[in-house]
């Protein structure tokens, strides 16, 4: 008889399951409980691994957010920065000062404080432009942007080179739209060829004041203007976000850029000591040159690896 005629017993017409048969029906059962937890287990694993993957990207998204805003603040504030080098301080107002009159300047009119540091950057270029007139004249320049339509920049350009040049200049603003009487463009001459090149700005500027003054302020309190404000303060808040980042991070990039730059160093002095040796070098200065070049860059990545082991340890 086979195993399975041992598995059922038959008296008077019903059916008894042998103790073997019961075994192998309740590790049946058992099979399929595991097996169903086992895929229940499984199921909420790749429910978790999808949750944590989204939210390693909800948190690279905010990472970059953050620093992409803050290098764009810092890209302004370096070019500011080499404007003022570049021109000897010759508005007269420190970094410090223009980004601080940036920033209330922009809260006033909604414009982002990075574009207004920027223009400023700009308009530190024209260096007849002192503290005294510099932010009455970016005032202006953002009066004259909301009037016109246009950019701050170019504002910032067009009445740049009218309060730097006078004379030269209002013609250009007078084609802009800024409009000038006789008498006005005659004293402006005058004092302009007198020396008070300062007389001659302020009639420019209080002409425009008179004729939009207060444009770009007056925009700012529309409720288009409102919803950028509060960006621009949000965007604030993720500038400080991503300095911090940004200033953990440099110095690892630094670094690695330097073990790069040497690497490559390292490799175009070897490949020349190697064209030197198979070609054969001129004379045996070439030679010796290119192998103290070689040793040179080799010994150089060793006081880097050095310094990087140093700095490990003192964390340590």
Do not use: C, H
Request: aromatic share 6%; hydrophobic share 45%; charged share 25%.
């Amino acid at each position: 008889m086979g195993a399975s005629e041992n598995l059922t017993i038959t008296i008077n017409g019903k059916e008894y399951v042998s103790k073997e048969a019961r075994k192998a029906g309740k590790g049946v059962e058992d099979l399929e409980k595991k097996s169903k937890n086992l895929g229940e287990t499984t199921k909420k694993l790749k429910v978790g691994a999808l949750a944590f993957v989204a939210a390693l990207v909800a948190v690279q998204r905010v990472v970059s957010k953050m620093t992409g805003a803050y290098g764009t603040q810092e890209k302004a504030e370096l070019k500011l920065e080499a404007a003022i080098k570049a021109t000897g301080k010759a508005a007269g107002l420190s970094k410090f000062e223009m980004t601080s009159f940036a920033t209330e300047l922009s809260r006033m009119t909604g414009i982002a404080d990075e574009t207004i540091i920027e223009a400023q950057a700009v308009m530190a270029t024209f260096t007849q432009i002192g503290e005294d007139v510099f932010p009455s004249a970016m005032e202006a320049a953002a009066d004259m942007s909301a009037m016109f339509g246009q950019d701050l920049q170019s504002s910032v350009v067009q009445l740049g080179k009218a309060l730097n040049d006078p004379i030269a200049g209002i013609g250009a603003l007078s084609r802009v739209g800024v409009q000038f009487t006789t008498d006005q463009k005659d004293m402006i001459k005058t004092l302009t060829e007198t020396g008070d090149v300062m007389g001659a700005q302020n009639i420019i500027l209080g002409e425009m004041e008179r004729q939009f003054g207060g444009t770009a302020e007056a925009m700012g309190g529309g409720w288009t203007q409102s919803v950028e404000k509060l960006s621009n303060a949000f965007g604030d808040l993720a500038e400080l976000g991503g300095q911090a980042i940004t200033d953990f991070l440099k110095p690892g990039v630094e670094w690695l850029t330097k073990m790069a730059e040497k690497a490559y160093d390292a490799k175009v002095a070897a490949a020349a000591l190697a064209t030197y040796w198979g070609e054969g070098a001129q004379t045996q200065d070439d030679l010796e040159a290119a192998y103290a070049a070689t040793i040179s860059k080799i010994n150089e990545q060793k006081e880097v690896l050095a310094e990087l082991k140093a700095a490990r340890d003192e964390g340590e």
